[in-house]
T-cell receptor
Framework: GENVEQHPSTLSVQEGDSAVIKCTYS??????FPWYKQELGKRPQLIID?????GEKKDQRIAVTLNKTAKHFSLHITETQPEDSAVYFC????????????FGTGTSLTVIP | DAGVTQSPTHLIKTRGQQVTLRCSPK?????VSWYQQALGQGPQFIFQ???????QRGNFPDRFSGHQFPNYSSELNVNALLLGDSALYLC??????????????FGAGSRLTVL
């Protein structure tokens, strides 16, 4: 089955700096890659996603890049703010063959004011 | 729109007991998936229900079972509880779309503690 690895497990940045979180996947059938933000004690919320027919997607300060050949995708947050502090999860899904999402182990991001 | 609602929010059980968790999907969604999230880990897929049937199952024992009702709500049952079943149980609803990506909407979860 699919294996999703996520790095780093913790990340601290100064307010205004950029943050990058990286994930790798193993199953070439995976073609949909969402990112979730989970604040302490709250539900995971979708913040951005990308399909395998696209190499990059951007939404204001958040962007995701995908390298299908290398089987890795990354989340980029620019101009970080204290409210960006949360745990971020990447996930992979093969829309044609399964309904199961495989999640990474999460990255705890702390933005220092 | 109330989104995905789960109950109870917290519960404490002892080893060997049974538990039932409930989920109401987001309005307009017809598919419910259940995930287990251990402390400090990412969610792990338990199973998915669509049209009142289990459509896919993750690597969880038969002690974990579920049900989906005609109104699309769902229950997760866990029998013979073990200490290792302590986790946050997340329900995620979605709309089944042939050929398209499944966008999950999560509930806030049910925090189960097994003593």
């Amino acid at each position: 089955g699919e294996n999703v690895e996520q790095h780093p497990s913790t990340l601290s940045v100064q307010e205004g700096d950029s943050a990058v979180i990286k994930c790798t996947y193993s199953d070439s059938a995976s073609n949909y890659f969402p990112w979730y933000k989970q604040e302490l004690g709250k539900r995971p919320q979708l913040i951005i996603d990308i399909r395998s027919n696209v190499g990059e997607k951007k939404d204001q300060r958040i962007a995701v890049t995908l390298n299908k050949t290398a089987k890795h995708f990354s989340l980029h947050i620019t101009e970080t703010q204290p409210e960006d502090s949360a745990v971020y999860f990447c996930a992979a899904n093969a829309t044609n063959t399964g309904n199961q999402f495989y999640f990474g182990t999460g990255t705890s991001l702390t933005v220092i004011p | 729109d109330a989104g995905v609602t789960q109950s109870p929010t917290h519960l404490i059980k002892t080893r060997g007991q049974q538990v039932t968790l409930r989920c109401s999907p987001k309005s307009g969604h017809d598919t419910v998936s259940w995930y287990q999230q251990a402390l400090g880990q990412g969610p792990q897929f338990i199973f998915q229900y669509y049209e009142e049937e289990e459509r896919q199952r993750g690597n969880f024992p038969d002690r974990f079972s579920g049900h989906q009702f005609p109104n699309y709500s769902s229950e997760l049952n866990v029998n013979a509880l073990l200490l290792g079943d302590s986790a946050l149980y997340l329900c995620a609803s979605s709309l089944d779309r042939w050929g398209g990506p499944t966008v999950l909407t999560f509930g806030a979860g049910s925090r189960l503690t097994v003593l």
